[in-house]
């Protein structure tokens, strides 16, 4: 046993050596091969694969990581990727013992032809660069490439909004190459194509469904471009908006119901309620349109509001009749009552100048009784009918005797009239 342990002192030096030639020998080998892939006169970055052959296939594949915001006032969503292209460059063949691919960094990318990916709906992607531009390349001996890089990607997704905060909306994301055509440049994707992080949420929407759809083809111009699409099915939460804006609205329809209960002559309490109300709804309902999408059509949130406005706006104005048909009642009965009290001072006068004329008709017929109780009154004898038949006047003779003066009737014109 000693004897073994004196041979590996002895021999592990040599061995640590032996290693450290074979490392810095692989190194040369790894660098002199790349040195030899990427000359000048065999290799030209500027042309892609199979130039003036077959297109160019691209895989491509993604893994979300994280998914939102998604903004309906910019209709647009975010997500963060691991994005990954793989194609063949058979230029890039190499035959090294003991490796079948190694990785470089991105520095080499700088060196090698890649295809021009652009996403046709993107507004604002950009790539990670902390702590170093988050990207790499992968080359095996046959001459596959895989590129890997992580983005950020903002694409565009137009919404329909006419049921929100009930609906549903459909995002695309279209990736395609920006300058090859389809007869130089063909994407697909790879196995399943896109992937999700374990345990992805968003705040406002639940991912329901996500399909894909490859080799698609569109014109650009005169130009035949081939593009691959992802499409993702968000279903809207409903938690916020129940508990931000239908649960208070409602509550404040409510509130101004209890204005039915309070007596209509306290003006005041109701006139008080009824305001309170309908600024609260204008300021629940339409202060807060900010955060909300700005489209020329009624949403199913913005009717809701509407209608419920329409319900305490109706409180005041149901206020505002019952007062006024009040007011015109009062006022009515005020008529009636002075129409009455001036008929009724009417029929009074009326009563006292029949009892009047009634004292005049007794002071009359006193006169007359007594005129004709009294000496004869000479040369005068008159007679008054009125309302009857006979307007026959009689004069008696003046040339008669004064002593046998009669006197059949005396009647007053203007009292007679009165008492009729």
């Not at 020998?25 to 790349?34: D, K, M, Q």
């Not at 309620?273 to 955060?291: E, H, N, Q, Y």
């Not at 009290?341 to 009563?351: A, F, G, L, M, R």
């Not at 006979?390 to 009239?417: A, F, G, K, R, T």
Request: overall charge negative.
């Amino acid at each position: 046993l000693a004897g073994w342990t004196i041979i590996e002192i002895i021999l592990h030096p040599a061995v640590i050596l032996w290693q450290i030639d074979a490392t810095l020998c692989s190194s040369l080998n790894v660098s002199h091969t790349l040195d030899a892939l990427l000359t000048k006169g065999r290799y030209d970055s500027r042309l892609r694969p199979d130039m003036g052959g077959p297109p160019v296939v691209v895989a491509v594949n993604m893994h979300i990581k994280s998914m939102g915001p998604v903004s309906e006032t910019d209709q647009m969503y975010k997500m963060d990727v691991y994005f990954r292209q793989s194609w063949y460059d058979r230029r890039l063949k190499f035959n090294l013992s003991g490796l079948e691919e190694f990785s470089m960094s991105w520095l080499f990318l700088e060196k090698v032809w890649k295809p021009d990916t652009f996403f046709l709906n993107g507004k604002t992607s950009h790539l990670h660069r902390i702590t170093s531009p988050n990207k790499f390349l992968r080359l095996r001996y046959d001459g596959y490439m895989v590129y890997s890089m992580r983005l950020t990607i903002s694409a565009s997704c137009k919404m329909h909004l006419k049921k929100f905060p009930m609906d549903s909306q459909l995002c695309l994301l279209l990736i395609g190459s920006y300058g090859y055509t389809s007869s130089d440049l063909l994407y697909e994707w790879k196995g399943n194509g896109v992937g999700l992080e374990p345990g992805i949420e968003l705040s406002q929407y639940d991912l329901v469904n996500m399909s894909t759809k490859n080799k698609q083809l569109f014109n650009r111009g005169q130009d035949e471009y081939s593009t691959i699409e992802v499409s993702f099915l968000l279903r809207r939460n409903l938690g916020f908006f129940i508990l931000q804006m239908y649960v208070p609205c409602t509550i404040i329809v409510c509130c101004s119901w209890v204005s039915f209960w309070i007596n209509p002559d306290d003006v005041p309490g109701r006139v008080c309620l009824a305001v309170t109300t309908i600024l609260s709804i204008t300021t629940i309902g339409f202060g807060g349109r900010a955060a909300l999408p700005k489209v020329n059509y009624a949403t199913a949130l913005d009717w809701f509001i509407i209608l419920c406005f329409a319900f305490v706006f109706g409180v005041i104005v149901e206020y505002a009749v019952i007062n006024f048909i009040e007011k015109v009642t009062a006022d009515i009965k005020n008529m009636l009552k002075d129409r009455e009290n001036k008929e009724s001072s009417q029929e009074d006068k009326q009563i006292e100048d029949i009892l009047d004329l009634k004292d005049e008709s007794n002071m009359l017929m006193d006169v007359h009784s007594q005129l004709a109780s009294s000496q004869p009154v000479p040369k005068i004898l008159m007679t008054y009918e009125l309302g009857s038949d006979s307007s026959d006047q009689e004069y008696e003779d003046e040339d008669s005797d004064e002593e046998d003066v009669c006197i059949d009737h005396l009647d007053i014109p203007h009292i007679d009239n009165k008492l009729k």
